[in-house]
């Protein structure tokens, strides 16, 4: 099995070779990202394995198809840059819907402690021998109320670190679990309720902008909105006016809506293009992550492993269990999936 495996960077090499190996599954990395010029490197290729912001669309599709491509295997959860409707009856698609979201759930927690504790100042003033305080003050986590969006893996475990710190939470999920104990309640009482808010949701064409001025219009004053999910999650535009105004106290962004162009890449010493990235940075409330929530090392073993299973369960039977449905776009939904494959 010959996989072209997009996107590379040296973190993923190390798991991939070391599962590949195991398994007899060669993987030919590229640095460079899926899409319509690179597409052509998967000449001869059983399946390529993509990231988060490789470009999976139609067009991209054709070409895969065309040179022999029969499967594309993301080594991460969320699928919305492959065009999986289009795949259908052309490609499978497999995913990895779990792998550590203690990694993802962490992190949010992490950003969200250094920001309502100001660590990334105090970080760089101590750094100078800066020892004042003034202007470092936060505020407690116990006792406020943090509504999360999106209530499966990631949010459920973001929900119990928030739980162990004293917080009330209040969530909001399309397809409530009922068996938790968690206090569900709609949009907008989350919005108009909470101190922090986090997004853990996919993004689709329901969740896109979910965070928006209308909602930023909804929100307490000085409420803390948090975004490990993914950036079009939040109209940017609309958030750093938000900021600009005083009516949202902090950000803390690990995505970013047009994180594309530069997440993942070294910048420093360049001039970056986009003006709301390069504003919001500048703001002292915001603080932002490059898509670095998934980063752990017990993630990307657990990455490596499922993406290579999920290819070698593939290319047995045609079957995985790991493979997603355009009809329900949730595995664990689709009954044509569980009893047998997708096409
Ligand atoms: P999951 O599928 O377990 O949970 C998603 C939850 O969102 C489900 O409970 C689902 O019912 C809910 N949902 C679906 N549509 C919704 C809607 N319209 N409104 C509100 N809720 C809705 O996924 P997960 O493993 O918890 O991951 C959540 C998201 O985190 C992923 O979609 C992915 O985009 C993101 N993620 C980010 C990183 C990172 O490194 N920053 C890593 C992994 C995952």
Same mark, same amino acid.
Not at 174 to 180: A, G, L, M, V
Not at 208 to 211: P, V
């Given at each position: 099995m010959k996989i072209a495996f997009f996107d590379a960077k040296p973190y993923d090499i190390t798991y991939f070779e070391q599962y590949g190996e195991e398994n007899g599954v060669k993987f030919k990395f590229y640095d460079t990202r899926l899409g319509e010029d690179t597409a052509e490197l998967s000449r001869g290729c059983d399946a390529v394995c993509v990231f988060v912001n490789d470009d999976v669309s139609s067009t991209v599709i054709d070409r895969l198809y065309e040179y022999g491509v029969r499967l594309i295997a993301l080594r991460?959860?969320?699928?919305?840059?492959?065009d999986v409707k289009y795949a259908y009856e052309k490609i499978h698609v497999v995913h990895v819907p779990y792998y550590s979201p203690y990694a993802v759930a962490e992190h949010t927690m992490a950003m969200l402690l250094t920001s309502v504790r100001r660590i990334h100042k105090a970080y760089n003033r101590t750094k100078d021998f800066n020892f004042s305080l003034s202007g470092l003050t936060g505020f407690d986590l116990h006792g406020k109320t943090v509504g999360v969006i999106g209530t499966g893996n990631i949010g459920r475990t973001f929900i119990n670190i928030c739980e162990g710190f004293g917080m009330k939470v209040i969530a909001y999920d399309?397809?409530?679990? !009922? *068996?938790?104990?968690i206090e569900y309640a709609p949009l907008e009482r989350v919005f108009e309720e909470s101190d922090v808010i986090s997004l853990h949701c996919p993004l689709n064409k329901e969740t896109?902008?979910?965070?928006d001025e209308d909602a930023i219009e909804k929100m307490k004053k000085g409420a803390t909105i948090v975004n490990t999910s993914r950036g079009a999650l939040i109209d940017a535009d609309a958030l750093l006016e938000g900021i600009k105004s005083r009516k949202i106290g902090a950000a803390c962004l690990d995505?970013? !809506? *047009?994180?594309?162009?530069?997440?993942?890449?070294?910048?420093?010493g360049h001039i970056i293009d986009d003006d709301t990235l390069a504003r919001l940075i500048t703001m002292p409330n915001v603080l932002v992550t490059s898509h670095q929530a998934f980063l752990t090392e017990e993630a990307l073993s657990s990455i490596a492993e499922t993406t290579v299973r999920n290819i070698v369960e593939f290319f047995k039977?045609?079957?995985?269990?790991?493979e997603l449905c355009?009809?329900?776009?949730k595995t664990a939904n689709c009954r044509q999936h569980r009893v047998d494959k997708c096409f």
């Open positions: 991460c959860s969320g699928f919305n840059n492959v399309k397809f409530p679990s !009922e *068996e938790t104990d896109y902008h979910i965070i995505v970013y !809506e *047009e994180e594309n162009d530069v997440f993942f890449e070294d910048f420093s039977d045609g079957k995985c269990e790991n355009y009809r329900c776009g």
